[in-house]
C-alpha cells in the first residue's frame, strides 16, 4: 500500500504571495489531518477533513484554509505569506476504524 | 486548552534503557500516542493507549495512566538509531483525529 504522499516537497516563496500545498492519503484513508511544525512551537494542528467536511479546526488565522475532495486527497492553502509561516507543513491520514495517523513526508515551505 | 509536557532532551547510552515521561491535562481524553521524528523526517507511529496500563511492543513500551495524566515511553536495549525525537500526543475528542503534541524530547544514543 502505498504511504501518504505531498507535493511539493520543498517550496520557496515571497511575502504577499499565496500558495497550495496538495496531500493524497493512503488508499482507502478518509480523514486527512494538516499540521505546522517549527522548531519553537512544535507540531501544531490546523485542520482536519473527513469526507469532504472539515471536522475540526485549531488556532489558527483564516489565511490558512483547506479542502478535501472526493477522492479523499486533500489541499492546504496559505494567502498573504509572512515569514512566519516558514514551517514544515504535515498531512496525515487515518481510517476510520483505526487510531492512528499515517504522516506524509511534509512540505517545506521557506518564506522570505 | 490543551497542556502537554514532556522533557525537552535526554542522553543515553547504547544498550540502555530510557524513560520518556508525558503529563497532560486537556480538555478531554480519547487516547495517547507515541510518535518517533528522525531529523528532517516525518513522524511515525509508535504506541497508542487509551486504558490505564502498559502496552508492550518489541523494544518498546508505553504506558498510561489516566487518573494521573501521566505517560511514559520506555525504550530498551537502545541502539544508535533510536536517536530521534519522541512525540507524545493526545486526541481528546471521540470524533475527530485532531491530536495535540507536546514538544517533543530529542533522545540521542552514544556508544
Known amino acids: 500500500k502505498a504511504g501518504v504522499t505531498q507535493t511539493p516537497r520543498y517550496l520557496i516563496k515571497t511575502r504577499g504571495q499565496q500558495v497550495t500545498l496538495s496531500c493524497s492519503p493512503i488508499s482507502g484513508h478518509r480523514s486527512v489531518s494538516w499540521y505546522q511544525q517549527t522548531p519553537g512551537q512544535g507540531l501544531q494542528f490546523l485542520f482536519e477533513?473527513?469526507?469532504?467536511?472539515?471536522?475540526n479546526k485549531g488556532n489558527f488565522p483564516g489565511r490558512f484554509s483547506g479542502r478535501q475532495f472526493s477522492n479523499s486527497r486533500s489541499e492546504m492553502n496559505v494567502s498573504t505569506l509572512e515569514l512566519g509561516d516558514s514551517a514544515l507543513y504535515l498531512c496525515?491520514?487515518?481510517?476510520?476504524?483505526?487510531?492512528?495517523?499515517?504522516f506524509g513526508p511534509g512540505t517545506r515551505l521557506t518564506v522570505t | 486548552g490543551q497542556n502537554i509536557d514532556q522533557p525537552t532532551e535526554m542522553t543515553a547510552t547504547e544498550g540502555a534503557i530510557v524513560q520518556i515521561n508525558c503529563t497532560y491535562q486537556t480538555s478531554g481524553f480519547n487516547g495517547l500516542f507515541w510518535y518517533q521524528q528522525h531529523a528532517g523526517e516525518a513522524p511515525t507511529f509508535l504506541s497508542y493507549n487509551v486504558l490505564d496500563g502498559l502496552e508492550e511492543k518489541g523494544r518498546f513500551s508505553s504506558f498510561l495512566s489516566r487518573s494521573k495524566g501521566y505517560s511514559y515511553l520506555l525504550l530498551k536495549e537502545l541502539q544508535m538509531k533510536d536517536s530521534a525525537s519522541y512525540l507524545c500526543?493526545?486526541?481528546?475528542?471521540?470524533?475527530?483525529?485532531?491530536?495535540?503534541f507536546g514538544a517533543g524530547t530529542t533522545v540521542t544514543v552514544r556508544a
Open positions: 477533513y473527513f469526507s469532504e467536511t472539515q471536522r
Open positions: 500526543a493526545v486526541r481528546a475528542a471521540t470524533n475527530d483525529y485532531k491530536l495535540s
Open positions: 496525515a491520514s487515518s481510517s476510520e476504524w483505526a487510531h492512528e495517523q499515517y
